[in-house]
């Protein structure tokens, strides 16, 4: 509404513009108003009316509209309003205030009733839930065949432009309030904007607000008994009616998630849902709540004596803080369970297990004796195709959170505009590898871009084995560096397990730097030489040989080994060692990086050290397949040997963008040091535990990094594998998802996404504790 001059007519105005036109007389009182002047008037016979004066700016044609909608839906015996008409049969009557300016005068019927926000939000219950529910899906199956040209208009509180005002409009917020708004925009960006053209459109009422729904008491409310105010019809997605009409009925309620499937219930058994308008209802709610607190804020810092503009913004605010406490996939779920229908229309799980055994090979592993079908992830948790939240131990893959929303409208607005190799410039790729080579020391100023971690590490090999003219390879001893030929040959958990063919000529093991079941026990700079004396005497057998070390690669945190972190100053002298003998120095960061340690970015620089050498994968693009090989510019010239290096995917803009998503959630939201206060709280719960159940022989980690070793038997630290396996199945069991580590299977690994907090670590200690209880 644009030009319009709010020119309030006195009551002796109003009096006698219905006495002329009308040929009604009695008491005018006014009424509250968005942008309308509306009255009460009580003629001397006792009937009542409600006068709506429009303002200039308002349409003529949308206001027919209003009066054909009302029509449409008393015609349906739905409880509505409907314009009178004046003396000269019209619905509409123009008057002009001393100005000239026209307006436009209705008079409508009354509607008997209160208003539901004038009920105690304590009396709302499943009844008049399900009644508003029922109401509502009469109203837009009663506008299935309705339609008008009034309805096709701009209209700031059509939810199709929420994203947009809200957009334009949160910069009036404060910062706390912004950055709640943002969690919701980007919600619907990434899970609701991509289906908007599935919905099925129409005409709605569009305001099914707390104050224009009526109901029969305001004590004890049962029943909706009519519905007022139609200036914001509009033609848009239907489901936004019901989304509109939820997020004022959930608003001061405690329970609000079994309102809005009592009200979703009832609506849908009026008119059915689809799939998709059941998906994206809890982010059309949020949405609603949040163009109703930014139009709000905004109009009354423009109009700061109108208070009526404020009337759901403190309740709107709390309903958000609730929501933000939601899963939506778990919301849609029970949504469809509410309404009774199927929760998973896909395989069933043994559908799907038999599937795989026939056709993907029999060495594809599953976790847990009854496998999960996991068919969503947000933060912290993963939820099955029931909508059961699991929290998530081990997923170090997704490290800022499973679909974290800015990570997912990174690659979805890339993807949308191109994506294509790295035979073209493009800005993404420089921009990427010039914010991520920021992380690292100065000497480290090259990157390359490559797939997976595997491949990093492959690439890692070639580089070395060009600048250091030696193919000969010292490993840790438990390591694992991947999965291609190359990789499965420097690991040693691969190739001295089960099915493994031992180490190569070329692959030398050194001892696992293990402080707590290693030969060498405690983190004294003396276990730290210890170990380092085993690289040194693999260095002098290669010395004998009249060869030298070609690299040494090393985890910067060992992981499938064990959880273990190693004695400090231990890489210190295995690096100096090795470069000394003229190998290279590799950190494989593939599962440690990216400030999971707490208090370094890099988890090579919690030993004080710079590789020559760093390999990136996993958390690098929160699950999207992407990975990065760190290294001087030496190296990277030595590399230049007239072959050509081309890799199809890596670098390509889609990943690029999506990696530098990761690097602003990891610095936007803190969760380096996140990562160190819940770490370090999550540690010193665990070595609470450990003093109050034997079972537990160690705890240990960095950051959000730890492990937790069960033995038998303290003194001997006895493996307590058959323990350790069945707490991993009874955490499954109490919806929390964790692995073992080490070569006796005995350690608790802990490897959550770094949306893990302090309460989800409460959740897992009480869990622990419960366990280890019945172990006694």
Not at 288 to 303: D, E, F, G, I, K
Not at 465 to 493: F, Q, R, W
Request: aromatic share 8%; charged share 20%; hydrophobic share 40%.
């Amino acid at each position: 509404m644009t030009n319009a001059v709010n020119t309030q007519f006195s009551e002796v105005e109003v009096a006698k513009f219905l006495q002329q036109h009308y040929q009604l007389a009695g008491t005018l009182k006014s009424l509250p108003g968005y942008c309308d002047q509306n009255l009460t008037l009580t003629t001397d016979s006792g009937e009542h009316y409600i006068v709506k004066i429009a303002n200039s700016g308002e349409s003529k044609l949308e206001l027919d509209m209003q009066n054909a909608a009302m029509a449409h839906l008393t015609e349906q015996s739905i409880a509505v309003p409907h314009a009178i008409s004046n003396n000269d049969e019209q619905l509409i009557t123009v008057i002009e205030n001393g100005h000239q300016d026209k307006y436009f005068l209705r008079v409508l019927t009354y509607l008997p009733g209160v208003f539901y926000a004038d009920a105690d939000s304590a009396a709302h219950g499943a009844e008049l839930w399900a009644s508003l529910g029922k109401f509502i899906g009469k109203i837009d199956n009663a506008f299935s065949n309705f339609n008008h040209q009034g309805a096709y208009r701009y209209l700031d509180w059509d939810l199709a432009q929420g994203l947009g005002i809200c957009q334009t409009k949160k910069h009036c917020l404060a910062a706390e309030q912004r950055e709640l708004v943002d969690y919701f925009l980007e919600l619907y960006q990434t899970q609701t904007l991509p289906v908007l053209s599935q919905l099925p459109q129409g005409v709605i009422h569009n305001d099914a607000n707390d104050y224009n729904v009526l109901i029969d008491d305001v004590h004890q409310p049962k029943s909706i008994t009519g519905l007022i105010d139609f200036g914001d019809m509009v033609h848009s997605h239907v489901v936004n009616e019901l989304a509109i009409a939820s997020a004022y009925a959930l608003m001061d309620q405690q329970q609000p998630l079994t309102a809005l499937k009592t009200i979703v219930a009832a609506y849908h058994h009026e008119r059915a849902l689809k799939d998709v308008e059941l998906e994206v209802l809890f982010s059309l709610v949020a949405l609603r709540l949040c163009t109703t607190v930014c139009n709000s804020t905004l109009a009354y810092q423009q109009q700061p004596e109108n208070e009526y503009l404020l009337v759901s913004v403190k309740p709107a605010w709390a309903l958000l803080e609730q929501l933000r406490n939601l899963n939506p996939f778990a919301v849609y779920c029970q949504l469809k369970q509410a309404c009774e229908l199927p929760v998973d229309s896909g395989k069933s799980k043994t559908e799907i297990t038999s599937f795989r055994q026939k056709h993907l090979g029999k060495t594809l592993s599953l976790s847990y004796q009854q496998p999960l079908k996991i068919v969503r992830g947000q933060g912290a948790y993963l939820y099955d195709e029931q909508g059961t939240p699991y929290l998530d131990m081990v997923n170090n893959v997704c490290h800022v959170g499973h679909c974290h929303p800015k990570v997912v409208a990174a690659g979805q607005a890339q993807l949308a505009k191109l994506n294509t190799n790295t035979r073209y410039l493009h800005d993404n790729l420089v921009n990427y590898a010039d914010k991520l080579l920021a992380t690292m020391p100065d000497e480290l100023s090259v990157c390359m871009f490559v797939n997976s971690g595997s491949e990093a590490n492959e690439l890692a090999f070639r580089l070395a084995s060009c600048y250091s003219n030696s193919k000969e390879l010292l490993v840790v001893d438990g390591a694992y560096h991947g999965n291609t030929n190359a990789c499965i040959e420097a690991s040693p958990y691969k190739f001295d397990g089960p099915g493994g063919e031992g180490a190569q000529p070329n692959v030398h093991k050194v001892t696992l730097p293990d402080p707590y079941r290693g030969e060498y026990l405690g983190d004294t700079a003396q276990t730290a030489t210890a170990y380092a004396d085993s690289v040194k005497a693999e260095i002098a057998k290669l010395t004998a040989q009249g060869k030298h070390p070609g690299a040494y690669i090393c985890e910067s945190l060992q992981g499938v080994a064990g959880q273990i972190i190693m004695p400090q100053g231990y890489l210190t002298e295995v690096y100096a060692q090795v470069r000394a003998a003229g190998g290279v120095c590799i950190a494989d960061e593939v599962q440690v990086g990216f400030g999971r340690v707490g208090t370094h970015m890099w988890a090579f620089e919690t030993q004080n050290v710079t590789p020559d050498i760093v390999t990136l994968g996993k958390p690098i693009g929160n699950g999207h397949p992407m990975a990065a090989v760190i290294t001087t510019q030496a190296i990277a010239d030595a590399f230049v040997t007239g072959m050509e290096y081309f890799n199809t995917f890596g670098g390509n803009p889609v990943s690029c963008a999506i990696g530098t998503a990761v690097l602003d959630v990891i610095k936007d939201e803190k969760l380096q040091q996140h990562a160190l206060e819940t770490g370090n709280y999550f540690q010193q719960q665990l070595a609470q535990l450990q003093q109050e159940f034997k079972l537990i022989g160690d705890v240990r980690g960095l950051g959000l990094f730890i492990g937790v070793e069960l033995v038998e038997d303290r003194i001997s630290k006895q493996p307590a594998t058959d323990k350790t396996s069945w707490l991993v199945e009874y955490f499954k069991q109490n919806h929390i998802l964790l692995s073992t580590e080490g070569p006796f299977y005995n350690i608790l690994k802990i490897k959550p996404p770094l949306a893990f907090n302090r309460a989800d670590a409460d959740k897992f200690i009480a869990v622990l504790k419960a366990g280890l209880t019945e172990l006694l």
